[in-house]
């Protein structure tokens, strides 16, 4: 148990963050450029409290060592349930927010001289806190509704963030379609909810995996609501078939990419999964989708990073692919391999984009082809670029190559040989094209003038990307597995473990680690670097003559597959086509209703406006005529009252006569 | 003493009896309807605000006959002819005040020529 001091820590790390949003919303244009210092100070204040409840989670403080819950009723439906509002850290959302705030913080550092001079400085570090909130609420959530409520604010963050440069038209298209695509997901996750939440009574993550044990929802409807869940994250990971919105969502400042592609946003959709992985080990199907999407995403999109001319797009694909990766570890049932390997995702990938981010700033350029011979007027990029590629491919003994073999031996080691030859495929292509991209921006002669008048960045940037390259190395090497004979202790491993009910479900042995598979996916990765280096650094002519050679393959690759071009000529030509169907029933139906009621009054105005006459004599006639009316309506059944009355109807008829 | 012809004696005592409701009736809706003509018909302002005065006594002469008809209603028509008076005196006093300044500004009291709420 915990105390109220220390709940109040606990609250404290997501509010911290929108706090410094709602002052940065309020005083953005006191503060200016002074904006970055209040945000760092919350962000730091908030890391400091991450680290706080890891420890107490791993039971270093006095007191923990046991999952931190506590919660508030939030809405009260008394019969009907309630919907409560807490917190709840086991060791996965530790480490998770113990990653958000970190990488959040080195951004934070870095957009500081990134973002110098933008007219919209503090709006940017305001909705990058807001994003840190909301994500580091989302891993705090212990039901499906709050963690919502931070799902949807996660997905408008990305959206105000991608397109922070809205006066580009690209950028605005960009922002939409990251908005849209998720949506989809997000659909598909409330339907999920609504399922679980009609069926079991609840929405906490552990009401409904008991409710799933003892039979409450099952069959094929519980296969549905997990698959639709899924779906959701599928959405804010980007993978396969809703892919399309990441490699575009480049068109938001570098860092914010950094902070999407590393910690929040796609990190999301791994968290759902592994948040809900009691749910999701009881239905096989759905492991079986994840794992096949997984795989065959990892594969599909750095097949697509391999041929793009943009910098941050070729990390964009690789973003995909890795999630891609994290996605089948979690789905063969390797949890801690899927976590770990989003653990140090985080790192590598935050610091290769905030090395592109360092190239952009030097040289105003996102093209590869306009690159080259940056390794010597900026030796500090090219240094922790090569870490980072390192790692990311999965080079021994970086961080990468830990959680990578570890979810590539699952593979092989349940006998999903597909999988497998997928995922060892994936390492070579990963490997390739990270290094092509470092290859072609850093090493051979500058191509245009930028390029050899490229600078070293400040350090404020240079800072927070060494700090990052020494994780990139390191943060691996908490996990490694005891059967690598180190004697260096698996902390990761003992620390993240699925539930036992987990374990005992799938029950299947995690894989001792294998120097041979190790070996294998080690020999793959050094492989694709060697092709990298032949064909853009020993004979860089020989990579045009290949495009050359089978340009219908790089065509079907630049265009990412044609996914776009698919998407473009279905589902988006149809939405249009609804779109302006909806438009022209409501401008010419229901407007029309409108504007036809509106001139029929007008008609009847202009009608009854000759009744106006000034006169007040025949105001006085028309109100006895009335009476004489309403008279004879009331009265009709005493004859002789009616008769009288026609007699004084007509005596007026006369009155009137003489009058006009 | 001469005999006094039993027709005679009819007609004397019905002079000397107390009329029948329906007379009172008659002779007040003749009232309300002579007014209501007039009101209709006339064009001097000042005329029709005495048409309206004779309406109201055709009014004020049916509540108080009914009233005496009905001695169980507790002289309620009395009291409302007596409320009827007050307020057609009221009405008088701020209608003719509205003649007066129609006078002043226009020069005229005919209804016709004073039309300019004409719609």
């Not at chain 1, 609420?137 to 509704?145: D, E, Q, R, S």
């Not at chain 1, 990251?178 to 598909?188: E, L, S």
């Not at chain 1, 009881?282 to 999407?293: E, G, H, K, R, W």
């Not at chain 1, 060697?530 to 089978?550: I, N, S």
Request: aromatic letters at 14%; proline letters at 4%.
């Amino acid at each position: 148990m915990q105390t109220v001091g220390q709940q109040l820590i606990i609250t404290a790390i997501p509010t911290l963050p929108a706090l410094v949003f709602l002052v940065l919303v309020l005083a953005g244009r006191l503060l200016k450029e002074n904006a970055q210092y209040v945000a760092i100070l919350g962000v730091t204040i908030s890391l400091v409290f991450s680290v706080f409840a890891l420890l107490f989670v791993a039971g270093i403080i006095p007191g923990g060592g046991a999952p931190i819950e506590f919660s508030v009723n939030w809405i009260d439906l008394g019969l009907g349930g309630s919907f409560p509002m807490g917190v709840y850290i086991d060791p996965l959302a530790a480490v998770m927010l113990v990653v958000v705030s970190f990488v959040s913080l080195m951004i934070q550092l870095y957009s500081g001289a990134f973002m110098e001079g933008d007219k919209r400085f503090a709006w940017y570090y305001a909705i990058l806190n807001l994003f840190t909130a909301s994500m580091l609420g989302l891993v705090l959530a212990p039901n499906f509704i709050e963690l919502y409520v931070f799902w949807e604010l996660v997905g408008l963050c990305s959206y105000l963030l991608v397109g922070h440069w809205f006066e580009k038209p690209s950028a605005r298209d960009a922002a939409i379609k990251a908005f849209v695509v998720t949506r989809i997901g997000d659909a598909g996750l409330f339907v999920g909810i609504i399922i679980f939440w009609a069926t079991t009574g609840s929405t906490a993550f552990t009401d409904i995996s008991l409710a799933a044990q003892s039979g409450f929802i099952g069959g094929s409807l519980f296969t549905t609501a997990v698959i639709l869940v899924f779906v959701g994250a599928v959405g804010k990971s980007a993978q396969f078939p809703l892919h399309v919105w990441l490699p575009d969502a480049m068109e938001g400042p570098t860092p914010v990419s950094a902070l999407i592609h590393a910690a929040t946003m796609v990190a999301a959709g791994v968290y759902l999964v592994a948040r809900t992985y009691d749910i999701f080990v009881q239905s096989p199907t759905a492991m079986l989708v994840v794992a096949y999407i997984g795989g065959f995403t990892a594969l599909m999109a750095a097949t697509m990073a391999l041929v793009k001319k943009d910098i941050k797009r070729v990390i964009a694909y690789s973003t995909v692919s890795q999630l891609g990766y994290m996605m089948l570890g979690l789905g063969l049932g390797n949890y801690t391999a899927g976590i770990f390997h989003l653990y140090n995702h985080a790192f590598f990938k935050a610091l290769l984009f905030l090395c592109a981010g360092s190239i952009i700033y030097a040289m105003d350029s996102y093209n590869l082809f306009d690159m080259g011979g940056l390794r010597r007027r900026m030796p500090i990029t090219f240094w922790t670029m090569i870490i980072a590629g390192l790692s990311l491919s999965g080079i021994f003994p970086l961080s990468g190559f830990w959680s990578k073999d570890a979810i590539i031996a699952s593979a092989y080691d349940e006998h999903y040989y597909l999988l497998y030859g997928m995922a060892l495929i994936t390492v070579f292509l990963t490997a390739f094209y990270i290094f092509r991209a470092i290859f072609l921006a850093f090493t051979g002669e500058p191509r245009t003038a930028p390029a050899s008048e490229a600078v070293e960045s400040p350090g404020i940037m240079t800072g927070p990307m060494m700090i990052l390259a020494f994780f990139s190395i390191v943060s691996g090497w908490a996990g490694i597995p005891e059967g690598f004979g180190l004697p260096i202790y698996d902390y990761f491993g003992a620390f993240v473990q699925p539930s036992e009910f987990a374990v005992s479900t799938l029950n299947i042995e995690q894989p001792a680690f294998s120097f041979v598979i190790g070996g294998i996916s080690f020999v793959a990765a050094l492989l694709g670097i060697g092709l990298a280096y032949t064909l853009y650094v020993a004979q860089p002519e020989r990579a045009g003559a290949l495009a050359a050679r089978f340009s219908w393959l790089h065509t079907f690759l630049d265009k990412g597959w044609y996914f776009d071009a698919l998407y473009g000529a279905t589902f988006v030509r149809a939405a249009m086509w609804l779109g302006r169907a909806t438009r022209g029933f409501d401008r010419d139906i229901i407007g029309g209703i409108v504007r036809d009621v509106g001139r029929g009054a007008l008609g009847t105005g202009g009608l009854l406006q000759r009744l106006q006459s000034g006169a007040v004599q025949n105001y006085a006639l028309f109100i006895l005529l009335s009476v004489l009316v309403i008279g004879v309506i009331v009265g009709a059944q005493y004859a002789v009252l009616v008769v009288g009355l026609i007699a004084l109807v007509t005596i007026t008829a006369f009155a009137v006569g003489s009058r006009l | 003493m001469p005999q006094i012809p039993p027709q005679v004696q009819q007609f004397l005592d019905a002079l000397v009896s107390t009329p029948p409701l329906e007379g009172y009736l008659v002779v007040g809706a003749i009232l309300f309807a002579i007014g209501a003509w007039g009101a209709l018909i006339r064009r001097n302002a000042v005329v029709i605000f005495m048409c309206v005065e004779l309406m109201i006594n055709g009014v004020n002469l049916t509540l108080v006959a009914f009233a005496d008809y009905l001695p169980n209603a507790g002289g309620l028509g009395v009291s409302y002819a007596v409320l009827v008076i007050a307020i057609a005196a009221a009405e008088i006093a701020v209608g003719l005040a509205i003649v007066l300044a129609v006078f002043r500004s226009r020069r005229t009291v005919s209804v016709d020529e004073v039309t300019s709420m004409r719609g």
